[in-house]
T-cell receptor
Framework: DAGVIQSPRHEVTEMGQEVTLRCKPISGHDYLFWYRQTMMRGLELLIYFNNNVPIDDSGMPEDRFSAKMPNASFSTLKIQPSEPRDSAVYFC????????????FGDGTRLSIL | AQKVTQAQTEISVVEKEDVTLDCVYETRDTTYYLFWYKQPPSGELVFLIRRNSFDEQNEISGRYSWNFQKSTSSFNFTITASQVVDSAVYFCALSESQGAQKLVFGQGTRLTINP
């Protein structure tokens, strides 16, 4: 079975550019999460969706960040304009309804903003 | 508010030693879930175990064991006869039961097993 698939694995871009990260959750999973991992702040939840609807975006750092889930098999996290402090590893995770099933993580996107 | 504390930032042991990773949590909920994840040097996050707050039985899976104690709000993880392949960052996480399924992670413990 395919796990959570993220693309790209690595992204290097210059400050001010738009960055789009992509995620394909595990088929049949109702929840999708976006996390950011940095040395300073550890793993932080940015936003999560249930049945394609954003439920909690309180972790999104600022208006430069946006996330969408147009269908059950695809989500994007966009940063526009990007800044050097956005450099981090971004993880997507998915899980299914019921009794707090474990979240399954993608391999992450390592983002470097120069 | 929920909080997970992993006080050990880094641990280094010699292969075959036993090692325990500590996790202390805070929550106001009576129903909650605790998790451990492993992040090897390759960077992915691997699910290890989930416990709910009503199940205080210790669990053993091969060389791994988990000790859940509600009285001390702790969910500690022990690796017996450690191996070099156990080297990774280990995260403890907490989720409350109100359907949100949001995970709050501890800061992680970097475990290095030396040959």
């Amino acid at each position: 079975d395919a796990g959570v698939i993220q693309s790209p694995r690595h992204e290097v871009t210059e400050m001010g550019q738009e960055v789009t990260l992509r995620c394909k959750p595990i088929s049949g999973h109702d929840y999708l999460f976006w996390y950011r991992q940095t040395m300073m702040r550890g793993l932080e939840l940015l936003i999560y969706f249930n049945n394609n609807v954003p439920i909690d975006d309180s972790g999104m750092p600022e208006d430069r960040f946006s996330a969408k889930m147009p269908n059950a098999s695809f989500s994007t996290l966009k940063i526009q304009p990007s800044e050097p402090r956005d450099s981090a590893v971004y993880f997507c995770a998915s899980t299914q309804e019921g009794s707090n099933q474990p979240q399954h993580f993608g391999d992450g996107t390592r983002l470097s903003i120069l | 508010a929920q909080k997970v504390t992993q006080a050990q930032t880094e641990i280094s042991v010699v292969e075959k030693e036993d090692v325990t990773l500590d996790c202390v949590y805070e929550t106001r909920d009576t129903t909650y879930y605790l998790f451990w994840y492993k992040q090897p040097p390759s960077g992915e996050l691997v699910f290890l175990i989930r416990r709910n707050s009503f199940d205080e039985q210790n669990e053993i899976s091969g060389r791994y064991s988990w000790n859940f104690q509600k009285s001390t709000s702790s969910f500690n993880f022990t690796i017996t006869a450690s191996q070099v392949v156990d080297s990774a960052v280990y995260f403890c996480a907490l989720s409350e039961s109100q359907g949100a399924q949001k995970l709050v992670f501890g800061q992680g413990t970097r475990l290095t097993i030396n040959p």
